[in-house]
């Protein structure tokens, strides 16, 4: 799991931010956190946490979609203690928007005494879709670069309990697809793709699917036995993700010129991100800060090192320089004109 210094924001529209409107406590050890949703074109929902005041968000759990509705987001199995939250919208287009503080909640002393440990942060189901009529393709989103696993749980509503269908190799990030070929009777089913390591297990949200086809049509449906296709099949021997390891407390920035573009995100030493990509003129690194938010940071030593599968990462187009809006300054110019602008940021200029 990539554990942030702080939620990054790259903000085009804030009114689209969500709104966190309350806090509510339940079965002492667990957080509802409601909040109104304002955009329609959203990728997912995070969820933030941290100590009461204390130290930085970190991302604790991930939704799909809610679409411009209302929503209620659950932090579980908290040991007594008083949080804060923040909830986030992201895409590719706006990045990610961050909504308000909210206000503390505090857990009950009835809850266990137990550490708080940061779990791999959950997957999102995106789909489960019927194939062949009695067959079940299982599509998730894995949101976590350090489980060591991912396991599929199935069960038939009022008929069996859940169990786990399949245990599969971490996806480190990536989406997936699982194939249930075995032929399902008439039947409502629910599944469940969580992600584990030593620290813990985290589920995604229940999904549904309904069989309603009694027989399944296995003598007279030629398709019913077909294979189910794979979308996107686990390599027998995964290559490790090329991430990048700062060694010293650094910024990461919108674009390549530190000198020129804003600052993006606060990386503490030992943080690490998944690299996606360089420059054009291969001198910074490219890292994926959160879904849709790139920053770059130089090649050197003195930020930080290279894991992984470096062999083939892709070089990015650079992104424009902010715009300097023109300004008068104190030096005039010659001939006392006054059409004179101030030295741009990061340029040598005449005093």
Same mark, same amino acid.
């Given at each position: 799991?990539?554990?942030?210094?702080? #939620?990054?924001?790259?903000?085009?529209?804030?009114?689209?931010?969500?709104?966190?409107?309350?806090?509510? =406590?339940?079965?002492?050890?667990? =957080?509802?956190?409601?909040?109104?949703?304002?955009?329609?074109?959203?990728?997912?929902?995070?969820?933030?946490?941290? +100590?009461?005041?204390?130290?930085?968000?970190?991302?604790?759990?991930?939704?799909?979609?809610? $679409?411009?509705?209302?929503?209620?987001?659950?932090?579980?199995?908290?040991?007594?203690?008083?949080?804060?939250?923040?909830? $986030?919208?992201?895409?590719?287009?706006?990045?990610?928007?961050?909504?308000?503080?909210?206000?503390?909640?505090?857990?009950?002393?009835?809850?266990?005494?137990?550490?708080?440990?940061?779990?791999?942060?959950?997957?999102?189901?995106?789909?489960?879709?019927?194939?062949?009529?009695?067959?079940?393709?299982?599509?998730?989103? +894995?949101?976590?670069?350090?489980?060591?696993?991912?396991?599929?749980?199935?069960?038939?509503?009022?008929?069996?309990?859940?169990? =786990?269908?399949? $245990?599969?190799?971490?996806?480190?990030?990536?989406?997936?697809?699982?194939?249930?070929?075995?032929?399902?009777?008439?039947?409502?089913?629910?599944?469940?793709?969580?992600?584990?390591?030593?620290?813990?297990?985290?589920?995604?949200?229940?999904?549904?699917?309904?069989?309603?086809?009694?027989?399944?049509?296995?003598?007279?449906?030629?398709?019913?036995?077909?294979?189910?296709? +794979?979308?996107?099949?686990?390599? $027998?021997?995964?290559?490790?993700?090329?991430?990048?390891?700062?060694?010293?407390?650094?910024?990461?920035?919108?674009? #390549?010129?530190?000198?020129?573009?804003?600052?993006?995100?606060?990386?503490?030493?030992?943080?690490?991100?998944?690299?996606?990509?360089?420059?054009?003129?291969?001198?910074?690194?490219?890292?994926?800060?959160?879904?849709?938010?790139?920053?770059?940071?130089?090649?050197?030593?003195?930020?930080?090192?290279?894991?992984?599968?470096?062999?083939?990462? %892709?070089?990015?187009?650079?992104?424009?320089? #902010?715009?300097?809006?023109?300004?008068?300054?104190?030096?005039?110019?010659?001939?006392?004109?006054?059409?004179?602008?101030?030295?741009?940021?990061?340029?040598?200029? %005449?005093?």
């Amino acid at each position: 799991m990539v554990k942030y210094a702080g #939620p990054a924001s790259v903000i085009f529209n804030q009114s689209k931010a969500p709104i966190i409107i309350g806090v509510d =406590v339940f079965q002492n050890c667990k =957080v509802d956190i409601g909040y109104t949703d304002n955009t329609t074109d959203e990728l997912g929902v995070r969820l933030y946490r941290r +100590d009461n005041g204390q130290g930085n968000f970190n991302i604790v759990r991930v939704e799909g979609p809610h $679409s411009g509705k209302p929503g209620d987001i659950f932090d579980n199995d908290l040991p007594p203690g008083t949080y804060e939250y923040r909830v $986030s919208v992201y895409n590719a287009n706006f990045g990610e928007l961050l909504s308000n503080t909210s206000e503390p909640a505090t857990t009950s002393p009835d809850c266990p005494n137990t550490t708080l440990t940061i779990k791999p942060i959950n997957p999102v189901i995106v789909s489960v879709d019927v194939v062949n009529k009695c067959r079940v393709q299982v599509t998730y989103n +894995d949101n976590s670069s350090d489980e060591d696993g991912i396991r599929i749980y199935r069960s038939e509503l009022g008929v069996a309990a859940e169990a =786990v269908i399949a $245990s599969l190799p971490p996806h480190q990030g990536l989406q997936a697809t699982y194939n249930d070929a075995n032929p399902l009777s008439a039947g409502t089913y629910e599944y469940r793709v969580s992600a584990y390591n030593a620290k813990g297990e985290s589920f995604s949200d229940p999904y549904d699917v309904k069989i309603t086809d009694p027989t399944c049509n296995l003598l007279t449906d030629p398709n019913a036995l077909l294979p189910l296709p +794979d979308h996107n099949p686990t390599p $027998s021997i995964p290559k490790k993700a090329c991430t990048w390891t700062s060694v010293s407390s650094v910024f990461l920035r919108k674009g #390549p010129d530190v000198g020129i573009f804003q600052h993006l995100v606060d990386v503490e030493t030992g943080k690490s991100f998944p690299i996606i990509g360089q420059s054009e003129d291969g001198q910074f690194w490219a890292v994926e800060v959160s879904q849709g938010v790139v920053g770059y940071i130089p090649k050197s030593e003195k930020f930080g090192g290279t894991g992984g599968d470096c062999s083939n990462v %892709p070089t990015l187009k650079d992104p424009a320089p #902010p715009v300097i809006e023109p300004a008068p300054t104190k030096n005039t110019g010659s001939g006392g004109s006054a059409s004179a602008t101030q030295c741009p940021v990061g340029a040598v200029c %005449p005093p």
